[in-house]
């Protein structure tokens, strides 16, 4: 079983910035790679960043320059580190991580937390 406390959303301007956290506690699973969606209202649930056990990451074109994903393996913690923001990244973050156990792959998500980028 792998749990997600997501952390650090908030209200910010526009051009401002806000890291986001994810801690996930494991009982007999292996972190694998971890990543951060998000859902704006009446909109589809879209890939922001991701990144795997060993560091490669990838990034959605909207985001790429402004936005840093990054993990800490020993805490089993990702980290999204959002610049520049724009009212158009207003949604709800959610964290996502793949898992593998004895009987197989898991993949869990965290329980959201907002971000509203003001204009």
């Known amino acids: 079983q792998v749990q997600l406390v997501e952390s650090g959303g908030g209200l910010v301007q526009a051009g401002g910035s806000l890291r986001l956290s994810c801690a996930a506690s494991?009982?007999?699973?292996?972190?694998?790679?971890m990543g951060w969606y998000r859902q704006a209202p009446g909109k589809q649930r879209e890939l922001v960043a991701r990144i795997t056990s060993g560091g490669s990451t990838n990034y959605a074109a909207s985001v790429k320059g402004r936005f840093t994903i990054s993990r800490d393996n020993a805490k089993n913690t990702v980290y999204l580190q959002m610049n520049s923001l724009r009212p158009e990244d207003t949604a709800v973050y959610y964290c996502?991580?793949?898992?593998?156990?004895?009987?197989?792959?898991?993949?869990?998500w965290g329980q959201g937390t907002q971000v509203t980028v003001s204009s």
């Open positions: 494991t009982m007999n699973r292996r972190i694998n790679s």
């Open positions: 996502n991580v793949d898992a593998s156990g004895t009987y197989g792959n898991y993949n869990y």
